[in-house]
């Protein structure tokens, strides 16, 4: 009969892609010196109700993720530490727990920032999805927003960048996968420190996330995130820079390692069979995201990794030499199912030429 519960299971995070992608969870450490501990909100009106003893500044970083931009994070996860803290490693090994999209640290995070960026590092080593907005952080990483923004005038109050990672880490929570961040509009901000247009290109191309004014709205510029080093890094090219690819990179990766984790591992014998079902599951999987508009169509697919099947083979004394390409796939490998996917994520349209002919 094959494997029914992965199958549907595939089919209803396909259908679900778009809404969870949507409204992501923003993570946030903070420090108070009377409140103390974690508590999840899923509205801004909680934050004063939940966390009473805060200090106004705090309050405020908080409901500033709430703005969001389409729509708001589905919910903000908040560890608040004592003053006296050492590290952030009580609150971080708590969100480690969570399932966060985006982190960012407290107002004055400063020295701490390195805590957070390999905090993101080594959970992403080990399979973990999370994402971090951070201020002035060069990192080189798909995983970091490098915001870098200054004099940002929103009201009667004027912010740094550290002081505003909350609200685009909300911002980017609540853009949906089918568009970009790119040119999302903060209509809470007057006003940010003026850059010329050059500096605003090498800051973008040199993989900053800042904001500007158009005249009439403060802006995104480009939803990048920090990755940079494609020489380092020949399996990445240039769409790895975007935060829309990656997000939805993210998702596939958790979607099928999830789903293979809870209903697929060590709940059928390793056959070609089996194995043929789990492909055409994820294929399934990758032909609804291609209705929902995120993957390229026709462009996707998944199939048994040869390359890895022979070398599996020869190293358990198998003699390939004779072996079609058929046979390797279909010989035993024990308990390893080895697989390669390829996909097309599509990006958002965010340059436009227009050639004009009179």
């Given amino acids: 009969m094959g494997l029914p519960n992965i199958s549907i299971t595939f089919q209803a995070l396909a ?9 992501g969870v923003v993570g946030i450490i903070l420090r108070d010196v009377e409140e103390n501990g974690a508590v999840t909100l899923t509205r801004a009106s909680q934050v004063t109700a939940e966390l009473p003893k805060l200090g106004v500044e705090n309050q405020k970083y908080i409901e500033q993720a709430f703005l969001g931009y389409m729509n708001a ?14 590290d952030l490693s009580e609150a971080l090994a708590y969100m480690a727990t969570q399932p966060i999209s985006y982190l960012c640290g407290p107002r004055d995070a400063g020295d701490e920032i390195p805590e957070i960026k390999t ?3 080594d959970q992403r080593a080990i399979g973990a999805t999370p994402k971090a907005v951070l201020p002035n952080t060069q990192a080189d990483s798909v995983a970091i927003i490098d915001f870098t923004t200054n004099g940002i005038v929103a009201g009667a109050d004027i912010y740094t960048a550290e002081q505003y990672c909350s609200r685009i880490a909300g911002l980017i929570a609540g853009t949906p996968p089918s568009i970009s961040c790119t040119y999302a509009p903060l209509p809470e901000v007057q006003s940010v420190a ?3 247009k050059d500096a605003m290109d090498a800051a973008i191309e040199s993989g900053q996330f800042i904001l500007f004014s158009d005249g009439a709205k403060v802006k995104v510029g480009r939803g990048v995130n920090s990755f940079q080093n494609l020489i380092n890094d020949p399996g990445k090219n240039d769409s790895f820079k975007k935060i829309k690819v990656i997000e939805i990179m993210d998702m596939i990766k958790d979607d099928i390692r999830a789903t293979a984790r809870d209903t697929y591992i060590g709940r059928y014998a390793n056959s070609y069979d089996n194995k043929c079902l ?9 032909i609804a995201l291609e209705r929902e508009g ?5 462009r996707n697919t998944v199939e048994i990794e040869v390359e890895a099947q022979e070398k599996y083979l020869v190293e358990h004394g198998v003699d390939i030499s004779t072996m079609t390409e058929q046979e390797i796939k279909e010989a035993n490998t024990g308990a390893q199912v080895f697989l390669a996917a390829a996909v097309s994520i599509l990006d958002a349209i965010e340059d436009i030429s227009l050639r004009i002919t009179v």
């Fill in 119 to 121: 905090w993101v590092e």
């Fill in 15 to 23: 259908n679900t892609a778009i809404q969870r992608l949507t409204r």
């Fill in 73 to 86: 994070p589905s919910k903000v996860v908040v560890y608040v530490l004592p003053e006296t803290a050492a």
């Fill in 294 to 298: 995120l993957l390229n169509p026709g």
């Fill in 194 to 196: 003026v850059i010329s």
């Fill in 278 to 286: 789990l492909i055409s599951a994820v294929n399934a999987y990758f």
